[in-house]
């Protein structure tokens, strides 16, 4: 158990709708990081928040979504879900943001059928 | 922008032999760099992280690597590969350029031979 916690394991929707995921950081990281990883295009950063801001934005869709809340916990909106939507969803935290290792969780695997 | 560049998808040796694994990485100023393997099913693991200190740094499960700036590589060695290594390795680097976020390769999945 790495002390990050991400919540559903695995989940399989229908394109169109709307999931959110959920990630509760190690104790006392400040940092959350949103990565997805799929065959074709490998590990793909999404978003970081640290502290409660967000602090720097990759490759996410204007369909996705994240905040993280006053408990440190961060959810990630996914919305309009296409077929190319289906991949491996990983949170990661940190105590800072430069110079650390991140922790992962043991991931979302979203299906949309 | 950052950027790495991992050298072979897939890498296998028998049981004993060296373990090779190869990253290079492009950043403009000076880097963090980190290697993490992922086992199937999981979440990826730190193995080893450079941080501007000695430039061989040496991690978990008998791994270490050697951060060379005149090559801009930080290659993944182990001197004798065991079953339980296999496992697929990233690669990654942050710098404090276009925000605090890392950016990993593509991955060298690593076969283990009896």
């Known amino acids: 158990d790495s002390g990050v916690t991400q919540t559903p394991k695995h989940l399989i929707t229908a394109t169109g709708q709307r999931v959110t995921l959920r990630c509760s950081p190690r104790?006392?990281?400040?940092?959350v990081y949103w990565y997805q990883q799929s065959l074709d295009q490998g590990l793909q950063f999404l978003i970081q928040?640290?502290?409660?801001?967000?602090?720097a934005k990759g490759n996410i869709l204007e369909r996705f979504s994240a905040q993280q809340f006053p408990d440190l916990h961060s959810e990630l909106n996914l919305s309009s879900l296409e077929l190319g939507d289906s991949a491996l969803y990983f949170c990661?935290?940190?105590?800072?943001?430069?110079?650390?290792?991140?922790?992962f969780g043991s991931g979302t695997r979203l299906t949309v059928v | 922008a950052q950027s790495v560049t991992q050298l072979g998808s897939h890498v296998s040796v028998s049981e004993g032999a060296l373990v090779l694994l190869r990253c290079n990485y492009s950043?403009?100023?000076?880097?963090?760099l980190f290697w993490y393997v992922q086992y199937p099913n999981q979440g990826l693991q730190l193995l080893l992280k450079?941080?501007?200190?000695?430039?061989l740094v040496k991690g978990i499960n008998g791994f270490e690597a050697e951060f060379k700036k005149s090559e801009t590589s930080f290659h993944l060695t182990k001197p004798s590969a065991h079953m339980s290594d296999a496992a697929e390795y990233f690669c990654?680097?942050?710098?404090?350029?276009?925000?605090?976020?890392?950016?990993f390769g593509a991955g060298t999945r690593l076969f283990v031979k009896a």
């Open positions: 990661a935290s940190s105590l800072r943001d430069m110079g650390v290792g991140y922790t």
């Open positions: 450079y941080t501007s200190a000695a430039t």
């Open positions: 928040y640290y502290n409660g801001e967000e602090r």
């Open positions: 104790s006392g990281d400040l940092s």
């Open positions: 990654a680097v942050s710098d404090n350029t276009g925000g605090f976020k890392t950016i």
């Open positions: 950043s403009s100023v000076p880097p963090y």
